[in-house]
């Protein structure tokens, strides 16, 4: 059975109805010196639970906010190159980056040494649109803001 992941892509429409989607760059060491292709949705794994919940868990730890909105998109699945589906979720609304706090994980660093190290599940996020998203996120969650996009045509909410 494939590893599971559950997201939740927020996004907001500028005064001008241009689509914007909040995304963060991935923290730890490894991703450090990186931009393109080292961002990601807020999303995390998750086993024997609902997705929805599982997304909004995710956002809360990976963001340090919870998810405050009634309407819920559901984007579907999305198998990344690894295997792994991602469920993703997405809602209309607004977050200012100055707030972000991520939550931490351990390892050790530099490899071998024997020292433990903390560091930021995401050191930091920022508002885009879809082109440079696009840019920016790991190759297998462009397809994910490409949905967001096509959704929100299809709703009449933003022009084609």
Do not use: C
């Not at 241009?18 to 963060?24: F, M």
């Not at 639970?49 to 699945?77: K, M, Q, S």
């Amino acid at each position: 059975m494939p590893r599971k992941s559950a997201a939740f892509l927020l996004y907001r429409l500028t005064g001008d109805r241009r689509l914007e989607v909040l995304i963060a760059h991935m923290g730890g060491p490894f991703w450090a010196r990186k931009n393109e292709r080292a961002w990601s949705i807020p999303k995390g794994e998750y086993t024997d639970e609902d997705p929805l919940p599982a997304a909004r868990r995710e956002f809360a730890e990976e963001v340090g906010e919870p998810v405050l909105t009634g309407d819920i998109l559901e984007l579907g699945e999305f198998r990344q190159s690894s295997g792994k589906v991602i469920t993703t979720f997405a809602a209309e609304g607004d977050f200012d980056p100055a707030h972000f706090a991520s939550n931490t994980f351990e390892m050790e660093w530099p490899k071998g040494s024997g020292r433990v190290q903390e560091f930021p599940e995401v050191d930091r996020i920022e508002w885009t649109d879809p082109h440079r998203a696009a840019e920016l996120l790991v190759k297998g969650q462009v397809p994910i803001v490409e949905r967001l996009r096509e959704t929100l045509v299809a709703q009449g909410v933003l022009d084609s």
